[in-house]
């Protein structure tokens, strides 16, 4: 008895919904995505110059490749973070 009175509040908010043309809401939960599914990023994220490459280093201890930027050396060695630069070099 229960399980119709919800199926036939659901038919009528459809039925509500079909009439105000209000089909999808102004904030759904993922309007902070685009149609590829990717998140959008806020204006001052996005780089201005998207097709810029970067140079990128490997790390001596675990081989990971990172932005030269973003990376720490030493004796001409990159690493990846202060412990791996402590620890030096290491088999991968």
Known sequence: MTLKWILWGLVIYWVYRQITGRRTPTSSL??????????????????EEPGTAQDMV?????????????????????????????AGSGAQ
Do not use: K, M, N
Request: with cysteine; glycine share 8%.
């Open 58 to 86: 490997r790390c001596a201890h675990c081989g990971l490749f990172l932005p030269r930027q973003e990376a720490l050396s030493r004796r001409g060695e990159w690493y990846c973070s202060e412990a791996h630069r402590q």
């Open 30 to 47: 993922f309007s902070g995505f685009t149609e590829t599914g990717r998140a959008r990023r806020p204006p001052s994220e996005v780089s």
